[in-house]
Nanobody, 118 residues
Framework: QVQLVESGGGLVQAGGSLRLSCEVSGNVDSVKSMAWYRQAPGKQRGVVAI???????NYINSVKGRFTISRDNAKNTFYLQMKSLKPEDTAVYYCNVISYYDVTLGTWGQGTQVTVSS
């Protein structure tokens, strides 16, 4: 089992920045990559950014150049630095980890709310 604790959300004006954190605990031996997801009102949850164990990152097009995913292996924590935030980034953000079989391993938490005002 893998446990996840997200933090760092909040209310920010358009153009502002926030950093989200995800602390990972439990059995992490099967973890291939770590990812941030988000769910906006009325929409399905979807991936935003992924970072693999070797540090390779991928982002959805709408956040490229504005968001940065990173990890601190010593702290078992990964982050999502969000800059130049837009109202359309408003969502509940979740983190999870992905196994070598491409399935999520962690129990979904409550997420952290990010609200960007115009």
């Amino acid at each position: 089992q893998v446990q996840l604790v997200e933090s760092g959300g909040g209310l920010v004006q358009a153009g502002g920045s926030l950093r989200l954190s995800c602390e990972v605990s439990g059995n992490v031996d099967s973890v291939k990559s770590m990812a941030w997801y988000r769910q906006a009102p009325g929409k399905q949850r979807g991936v935003v950014a992924i970072i693999t164990k070797d540090g390779t990152t991928n982002y959805i097009n709408s956040v490229k150049g504005r968001f940065t995913i990173s990890r601190d292996n010593a702290k078992n924590t990964f982050y999502l630095q969000m800059k130049s935030l837009k109202p359309e980034d408003t969502a509940v953000y979740y983190c999870n980890v992905i196994s070598y079989y491409d399935v999520t391993l962690g129990t979904w938490g409550q997420g952290t709310q990010v609200t960007v005002s115009s």
